[in-house]
């Protein structure tokens, strides 16, 4: 059966890109593309499960690693590779604690994605390089894990700096759902305030490399 493959980039150049070398690395590939966590869901719901998603971290509505990790929770059967012009080894290590099963960047040949691919659907994990992690890393991955989807959402909101009433318009729930999500994120969290769970929120969404600041991929 051919590999079914979901591009989530908001640049059309790179998922031409991306495109061309899962063609022709794998024969008969169908592949579907989505330019933001929107349209990315919207892919997902409509269409027969992917057997594998290639994942910008900074296209529009992801939220940097949040997105991420509401995508794994939401189908956590399907592996994530993040293809990101962001590529320090800590970064590279967050990737895969918060649910990725590879890390290709930007910059890298061609063949680094077919092997990635190969790898990621033999059911392992690839990195381009020796990921950098510390204890504080790993014990933030460990408590964001038991957040639900929802949960995740009203955190991404949080990081954007909305007030409940507008995280609960987003979401379609009432303000005291909000309310009551926000007081068990904070307990999951260990955050002792809203600032501190707002503070975690804004270093998960990730800032933007230098070059996607100025616009360009």
């Known amino acids: 059966m051919a590999l079914q493959a979901l591009i989530a980039d908001d640049h059309p150049l790179?998922?031409?890109?991306?495109?061309?070398?899962l063609e022709a690395a794998y024969t008969g590939c169908v592949v579907r593309e989505?330019?933001?966590?929107?349209?990315?869901?919207?892919?997902?719901?409509e269409a027969d499960d992917p057997d594998l998603i290639l994942l910008d971290l900074?296209?529009?509505?992801?939220?940097?690693?949040?997105?991420?990790?509401?995508?794994?929770s939401e189908y956590p059967a399907i592996p994530v590779?993040?293809?990101?012009?962001?590529?320090?080894?800590?970064?590279?290590q967050r990737a895969i604690d918060y649910g990725a099963s590879g890390f290709v960047p930007k910059s890298?040949?061609?063949?680094?994605?077919?092997?990635?691919?190969?790898?990621?659907?033999?059911?392992?994990v690839w990195m381009p390089v020796a990921a950098g992690r510390d204890e504080a890393d790993e014990a933030i991955a460990d408590r964001m894990v038991s957040l639900t989807p929802q949960q995740l959402r009203v955190l991404a909101g949080m990081g954007e700096g909305k007030f409940n009433k507008q995280i609960a318009h987003d979401l379609?729930?009432?303000?005291?759902?909000?309310?009551?999500?926000?007081?068990?994120?904070l307990r999951k969290l260990g955050a002792s305030n809203r600032t501190q769970a707002i503070l975690l929120a804004s270093q998960l969404a990730l800032?933007?490399?230098?070059?996607?600041?100025?616009?360009?991929?």
């Open 14 to 21: 790179v998922r031409g890109a991306l495109r061309q070398t």
């Open 34 to 45: 989505a330019a933001s966590y929107d349209e990315l869901r919207k892919v997902l719901a």
């Open 58 to 72: 900074h296209m529009p509505g992801m939220s940097g690693f949040i997105g991420l990790m509401m995508l794994r």
């Open 81 to 92: 590779i993040v293809v990101s012009a962001s590529e320090d080894p800590a970064t590279v």
């Open 108 to 124: 890298a040949p061609v063949d680094h994605l077919g092997e990635a691919v190969r790898t990621v659907l033999e059911g392992n």
């Open 172 to 185: 379609g729930v009432s303000e005291q759902t909000v309310k009551d999500h926000v007081s068990v994120i």
């Open 207 to 217: 800032r933007p490399p230098p070059d996607r600041e100025q616009g360009s991929s």
